[in-house]
């Protein structure tokens, strides 16, 4: 095999993980939500393994050019400000309307931070594909006030401030030229060092009282898989393969966790639902096509 073959096999078996590892992020947030750590359990869960492990590293390579209160902004966007509202809106929307809105509509914020804090220039193909996406989280908002369901709409309102604080952190580490690594070691550094104390101490928390099985489980898989996944894979999929076809990618996973959603949760989603998550896909799609030169940041 080449080794042109060869990276090509590589970047398609991390687009795989990847699509596989984000799925699982909505579907193990959704049935976290019912048993019994809270959001901020989760969060502190998510960063404690990487925070202890990138600290010497980042005391040895330092914040690359960037203030302490600019590591610490990525930080809470990318940490806190992400993870809490993610898991927090599990607790009342269902997976296929995390899933889309998290993973789908960052578009619909990273476009105006962009223009208003890095001055990018709105095209006519960016404004299709926020206008589909705008559709599309329209079409979910409807579903979630029709539904029946007590607050459904309050969960689609918190994973929209989680996709808007993400979409804040993007654009920041893009602004300030913080490469993927740097990011990954600021964000969990600074986020077990700050966020973690505040929560033991002023913060609902059932880590106590969860069964260690339920503790083991989501600590190694958003402690150090779906971390480390992202941190690492997302990044050697693009060197691979292209931002273009990677970042299509990342429109899977809302039919993914749409469709496993209904099978292994039984959350039954309506023709609006549908046609919601049709036209985020659709939406980010055209982006993913239209800016193939870029390296989006990465989820997780």
């Known amino acids: 095999m080449s080794v042109s073959s060869r990276e090509r096999a590589i970047g398609w078996i991390w687009i795989v993980a990847m699509v596989i590892i984000w799925t699982s992020f909505h579907l193990s947030g959704r049935l976290g939500a019912q048993l019994t750590l809270t959001p901020y359990d989760l969060t502190t869960l998510r960063f404690c393994?990487?925070?202890t492990l990138f600290l010497p590293w980042l005391i040895?390579?330092?914040?690359?050019g960037?203030?302490?209160?600019?590591?610490?902004?990525?930080?809470?966007t990318a940490g806190p400000g992400f993870s809490v509202f993610a898991f927090g809106?599990?607790?009342?929307?269902?997976?296929?309307?995390?899933?889309?809105?998290?993973?789908?509509?960052?578009?619909?914020?990273?476009?105006?931070?962009?223009?208003?804090?890095a001055g990018e220039r709105i095209s006519t193909a960016r404004t299709i594909s926020v206008t589909l996406i705008f559709a599309g989280v329209m079409f979910l908002l409807i579903d979630a006030?029709?539904?029946?369901?007590?607050?459904?709409?309050?969960?689609?309102l918190l994973f929209f401030v989680g996709a808007a604080s993400w979409s804040l952190f993007a654009v920041l580490a893009r602004k300030w030229n913080v490469a993927p690594l740097r990011s990954a070691a600021i964000v969990a550094t600074f986020t077990f060092a700050t966020f973690t104390p505040v929560h033991l101490l002023f913060l609902p928390s059932a880590l106590l009282e969860a069964p260690w099985q339920e503790?083991?489980?989501?600590?190694?898989?958003?402690?150090?898989?779906?971390?480390?996944?992202?941190?690492?894979?997302?990044?050697?999929?693009v060197a691979a393969l292209g931002a273009s076809t990677t970042a299509t990618a990342v429109a899977l996973v809302p039919a993914g966790v749409t469709l496993l959603a209904w099978l292994w949760l039984g959350e039954v989603v309506g023709a609006i639902a549908i046609?919601?998550?049709?036209?985020?896909?659709?939406?980010?799609?055209?982006s993913?096509?239209?800016?193939?030169?870029?390296?989006?940041?990465?989820?997780?």
């Open 89 to 117: 809106g599990y607790h009342f929307a269902p997976a296929a309307h995390g899933a889309t809105i998290l993973a789908g509509a960052l578009p619909l914020f990273t476009t105006p931070f962009a223009w208003w804090l």
């Open 60 to 64: 040895k390579h330092g914040l690359g």
């Open 288 to 300: 993913a096509l239209k800016f193939r030169n870029r390296t989006p940041a990465v989820q997780g």
């Open 215 to 237: 503790l083991t489980a989501q600590w190694l898989f958003q402690g150090v898989i779906m971390f480390a996944g992202s941190t690492i894979g997302y990044p050697r999929a």
């Open 275 to 286: 046609g919601g998550v049709a036209l985020v896909i659709a939406g980010t799609l055209a």
């Open 66 to 76: 960037i203030s302490f209160g600019q590591a610490f902004l990525l930080a809470m």
């Open 145 to 156: 006030t029709s539904s029946g369901k007590p607050n459904e709409w309050v969960g689609d």
């Open 49 to 51: 393994a990487a925070g």
